[in-house]
């Protein structure tokens, strides 16, 4: 089976930098993805590594390490809006299904 | 493009009633999930079906039904509701053909459901 974890929560200041890690678990992988989910909100793809190294979109990377098992989000210029729950999932091979973590909460201060 | 949309959006039931939650997607997506979410819980795969026809069990599929006798529609059916099955629920869908694909799922707005 697969299992992650991630921190429930974690709080930054605004305009600042915020790191949220995710260690997995698996019985084989097929990439790391993750998601936004703003309170009383759908889930929203934000992005995905199938291999080891940093992906950019925007103020978002998102980081892979297979050897370590881990990955991680980094979120730069902090906004108000990036107030929300973070999740990571990770798909094993000829999988159709995607295993998601339980979530960090993110709040973000003035 | 209405993407993906759930029915009912709020709905309350009392222990032993049945209901069925349709989800549609107007994407042409092969592949569609439904998921409940829970408190600190994340989301659990209930069931998921990778076509028209075709489904199987995901995480947590006891007391739950599926049907896709469409492509664009996936039916979500609680026979004798209990309490346990108070959640949010979600239905997504993904496109195959890339691996990225898989990954990347399109989430509709959730079914709040209160089992009395």
């Known amino acids: 089976g697969q299992s992650l974890e991630q921190p429930s929560e974690v709080t930054a200041v605004e305009g600042a930098i915020v790191q949220i890690n995710c260690t997995y678990q698996?019985?084989?992988?097929?990439?790391l993805s993750w998601y936004q989910q703003h309170d009383g909100g759908a889930p929203t793809f934000l992005s995905y590594?199938?291999?080891?190294g940093l992906e950019e979109t925007g103020r978002f990377s998102s980081f892979l390490s297979r050897s370590d098992s881990y990955g991680y989000l980094l979120l730069q210029e902090l906004q108000m809006k990036d107030s929300a729950s973070y999740f990571c999932a990770v798909r094993v091979p000829r999988n159709e299904k995607l295993t998601f973590g339980t979530g960090t909460r993110l709040t973000i201060i003035p | 493009n209405a993407g993906v949309t759930q029915t009912p959006k709020f709905r309350v039931l009392k222990t032993g009633q049945s209901m069925t939650l349709l989800c549609a997607q107007d994407m042409n997506h092969e592949y569609m999930y439904w998921y409940r979410q829970d408190p600190g819980m994340g989301l659990r795969l209930i069931h998921y079906s990778v076509g028209e026809g075709t489904t199987a069990k995901g995480e947590v599929p006891d007391g739950y039904n599926v049907s896709r006798l469409k492509k664009q529609n996936f039916l979500l059916g609680l026979e004798s509701a209990a309490p346990s099955q108070t959640s949010v629920y979600f239905c997504?869908?993904?496109?195959?053909?890339?691996?990225?694909?898989?990954?990347?799922?399109?989430f509709g707005p959730g079914t709040r459901l209160t089992v009395l």
């Open positions: 997504a869908s993904s496109p195959p053909g890339k691996a990225i694909a898989y990954n990347e799922q399109f």
């Open positions: 698996t019985s084989g992988f097929y990439g």
């Open positions: 590594n199938a291999l080891d």
